[in-house]
């Protein structure tokens, strides 16, 4: 057998975990499904608005704000993190706005611009005050989803939930997925038609802002005990696969959860089997997933495509508009 | 109270893009129940006007009133269909979904649609020939299509004044004669549209009244009154002469008609 790949052996990989583990990876496979399932749902609506690369700038540049969070109240606590996390977050989108509409960069370097900046007074904060400050750039970078079973558990009326991080994360999980059912219909009408949203009296700046805080509390909930690889790539990749999948916004919503816990799972499995970082394997997991989606969708798939191309040679994209009431 | 009140009133209108004026000092009384164009030369402000009108964007000075109310107040008897451009037509929704988004307005915050809503936006489908198209993903849709979801979408507001950004843009011969029943139906009961257009041969034909519009407001009054070389003329400045040629042709086929 190959030395460079661990021996894959099935009941070490599959059964094991469950049978020995459960109460370990239980905990793990809940942190990865609430981080894609929270990431994924706020990412479709960045996907859909074309902001995808405003999710991955947003991921980096709460670093200052809860570093600024944790030097001006000396705490740790989950509101002060969630605050500081919230104010970098909207700060990073009013910073990305002011250059691209004050100057003339477009807004893909403008986003370049403010989250680099951001997150390297992020850096500079930490390591400056690195003996008061008890957090770690490495951490929130490559932050383990691995240890998220050792953190403390937490009770809730005297009933046991889980360890805090996946309890946070699973609160964070259902408040996303409440606003956009509540919301549903404004932010609907405001990625899709701004022009319109505005001529019914919804304030598309207000919706925008909205879905930046949300994005902001996401980011930063799941930082910390999973790092910022694991959440950029949710934020992405459920959604992308969803779109290929199907082209109606709630089963989109639906399949990008999905594929969330698909990825947490398998994700699970690969790290065993490869015993390596399983944020990382998560990731791998889901953008297996999409090149599945990519390849065999029944509709957009790169099979489904080649193989009607096949039976009708001249199927093209952009075929001449069919004549009124065909 | 309000019924006799102007369907839009605008005073010293300007509008400014980077301190660059696009509109300039508009002052224009629109009444009730007519079907008016808009026209003049590419960059004349034409999207701006209507844009700026319905507050999409920031006036730099000058009022605007609806029915004698101001904007705010009127904004449930205003409809909109934007350039049909100006959406991706990839996105994850069916044609019924985006005609009710027409209902939005009414509806208010957090509320879904009912089934009542959905009901008038199966007639509005009806309306424009899309019933049968009702559940199909958007981006199967030619443009002329499209464009009729949009004023589908547009008759579920239920309005008193329509704003439409160039409805008739690279749609087919049919959807723009099935567009203008539409329009005519609209104004006989009482609906005031503001349409803007860029097809001067067919503007004369299709508009009641016909705004003049090059930054600033070259003239407004009935087609047959400013529809006039010397108003197109300052309309369009030294292009007209093709333009004039292109109006004479279409008087010569009216009267062969």
Redesign the interface.
């Known amino acids: 057998m190959n030395d460079l790949i661990p021996e894959f052996d099935f009941a070490r990989v599959f059964i094991a975990p469950w049978a020995d583990g459960a109460q370990t990876f239980i905990w793990i496979a809940l942190m990865g499904f609430f981080v894609a399932a929270a990431c994924g749902l706020v990412g479709n609506y960045l996907i859909?608005r074309r902001m995808a690369l405003v999710g991955d700038a947003i991921s980096h540049s709460v670093l200052p704000g809860i570093a600024i969070a944790f030097l001006l109240a000396n705490s740790r606590s989950t509101p002060v993190m969630f605050l500081g996390a919230l104010v970098a977050g909207i700060l990073t989108t009013v910073i990305i706005e002011v250059i691209h509409k004050k100057s003339r960069v477009k807004q893909d370097a403008a986003i370049g611009i403010a989250f680099s900046t951001l997150f390297a007074i992020g850096v500079i904060l930490i390591s400056l005050y690195a003996d008061k400050v008890d957090l770690d750039a490495e951490c929130v970078l490559y932050g383990e989803i691995a240890f998220v079973p050792l953190a403390p558990h937490v009770q809730m009326f005297g009933l046991p939930l889980g360890p805090e991080p996946v309890v946070r994360m699973g609160f964070v999980a259902a408040l996303t997925l409440l606003l956009i059912i509540?919301?549903?219909?404004?932010l609907?009408?405001s990625?899709?038609?701004p022009?319109?949203a505005?001529?019914?009296?919804?304030n598309a700046g207000v919706m925008h802002y909205a879905l930046m805080s949300m994005l902001s509390v996401v980011v930063v909930s799941a930082f910390e005990s999973v790092g910022a690889i694991l959440v950029i790539a949710m934020l992405i990749l459920p959604g992308a696969t969803a779109?290929l999948l199907?082209?109606?916004?709630p089963v989109?919503l639906l399949l990008s959860g999905v594929h969330g816990a698909l990825s947490s799972l398998l994700g699970i499995h690969l790290s065993i089997w490869l015993e390596c970082s399983m944020a990382a394997a998560m990731v791998v997991m889901g953008a297996a997933l999409f090149v599945l989606a990519w390849v065999f969708s029944p509709g957009a798939g790169l099979l489904a495509t080649w193989l009607s191309r096949r039976s009708k040679p001249v199927r093209l994209e952009a075929a001449p508009?069919?004549?009124?009431?065909r | 109270m309000h019924d006799t009140a102007p369907a839009l009133e605008l005073h010293d209108l300007t509008v400014a893009y980077h301190k660059k004026p696009v509109l300039w000092g508009i002052d224009l009384e629109v009444p009730q129940g007519k079907l008016i164009g808009i026209v003049g030369p590419n960059g004349a402000g034409k999207s701006t006007l209507i844009?700026a009108v319905?507050?999409?964007l920031p006036i730099s000075s000058g009022w605007v009133k609806v029915f004698g109310q101001p904007l705010?107040k009127s904004?449930q008897r205003?409809g909109?269909v934007?350039q049909r451009e100006?959406?991706?037509w990839d996105?994850?929704?069916?044609v019924m979904?985006?005609v009710l988004?027409g209902r939005?307005?009414r509806?208010g915050?957090?509320k879904?649609?009912t089934k009542e809503d959905r009901e008038v936006a199966r007639a509005c489908l009806e309306k424009v020939?899309m019933l049968p198209y009702a559940n199909r993903?958007i981006?199967n849709l030619?443009?002329?299509?499209q464009q009729r979801v949009f004023l589908a979408?547009a008759l579920a507001q239920e309005s008193d004044l329509y704003?439409m950004d160039e409805p008739f843009s690279g749609v087919?011969a049919?959807?723009e004669s099935?567009i203008i029943t539409l329009l005519h139906e609209l104004r006989e009961r009482g609906k005031t549209m503001l349409v803007v257009h860029h097809d001067l041969p067919t503007a004369r034909e299709y508009f009641d009244m016909l705004i003049l519009l090059n930054m600033r407001l070259v003239a407004f009054g009935p087609t047959s009154e400013v529809f006039t070389n010397e108003l197109l003329q300052t309309t369009y400045g030294g292009r007209l002469t093709i333009l004039s040629d292109v109006a004479e042709a279409v008087k010569e086929q009216r009267i062969l008609r």
């Open positions: 859909l509540l919301f549903y219909k404004e609907l009408v990625s899709f038609d022009g319109l505005a001529s019914l009296g919804i779109s199907s082209q109606r916004l989109v508009q069919p004549a009124y009431g | 844009k319905m507050g999409l705010k904004l205003i909109y934007p100006s959406v991706d996105f994850p929704v069916s979904d985006v988004m939005y307005g509806l915050l957090i879904r649609p020939h993903q981006s030619s443009g002329g299509q979408r704003f087919d049919a959807t099935a």
